[in-house]
């Protein structure tokens, strides 16, 4: 079922939804989760992000530092400063209408382990007791992951943007907080139910996971993510379509402009974005362009 991996994806697919490294994959230690492109003599990075990481994932790759470092223009999924924002609109989105209570709406059997959840985490559960199911599930997993040092603060984006404003460099955003909330807000009725009972069900398994997927991203290796995360998704086409690929090709005008341009940019997305045949990295190669995984000792 497709909600399974569903939180996993969201953790490198969505900024707005609520990581550490692990043993060697056996990968090449030399590669990155990043990838360069280069038209006549503009350098567009493509960096993929992990949005919650533990605070010991840091320091980054050198070569990473350095294309941030070469790269005046950075381009996150949203505009971190509408991060405030995002959460009242988010909060907004997942609450039940009128009276309506969550235990009423997931029945007494959903509830009772939610409750349990929350309980463990140190947190009344009464505070679910008004959201949708899906904000339900989002809160949940929240818990989980920060309880476990995986910290949205210490993500990818958050990293960069911080280190973007520090040294005045420009910004840009590819899609609004709106945006990424609707991914939420229109989950139908049975996906948002599905969402939270497959996140109650996997819960146990979320922060281990999570680990292979961070040790899989620092050693740049791509194979066991794609499928990883991709895994379940073909019977689901619409929702996929919604979270991913639609949002890529969304995304291929503004890359191309960059390249188009005379200035070097990073270009900072969830890591599922440049997996795949529907990613950013192979809609590029499709378009005529040569994109190389950068290692760590790669040559301009």
Known sequence: MIFRKLVLALAVAVTVAPVAVGAQTGADPGRTFMWRVQRGGTTVYLLGSIHAMKEDAYPLPAIIEQAFAESEIVVFEIDSDEMTAAAFEMLSAGTLP???????????????????????????????????????????????????????????????????????????????????????AGLTA???????????????????????????WRDGDVAPIEEFLLEGFEEFPELFGKLVTNRNRAWLGPVEELLAGDTDAMIVVGAMHLVGEEGLVHLLREGGHTVEQVTQTLER
């Open 98 to 184: 009128g009276d309506q209570t969550l235990e009423s709406v997931v029945g007494p059997a959903v509830w009772a382990e939610l409750s349990d959840r929350m309980r463990e985490a140190g947190f009344d559960p009464k505070m679910c007791s008004s959201m949708k199911p899906w904000m339900a599930a989002l809160t949940v997993t929240a818990f989980e992951m920060t309880g476990a040092g995986y910290l949205p603060s210490a993500g990818i984006d958050a990293y960069f943007s911080g280190r973007a404003d520090d040294a005045g460099k420009k910004t840009m955003a590819l899609e609004t907080v709106s945006f990424q909330v609707s991914l939420f």
């Open 190 to 216: 049975e996906q948002s139910l599905a969402f939270l009972t497959y996140t109650l069900a996997d819960l146990e398994t979320l922060v281990p996971e999570l680990d292979r997927l961070s040790a899989y």
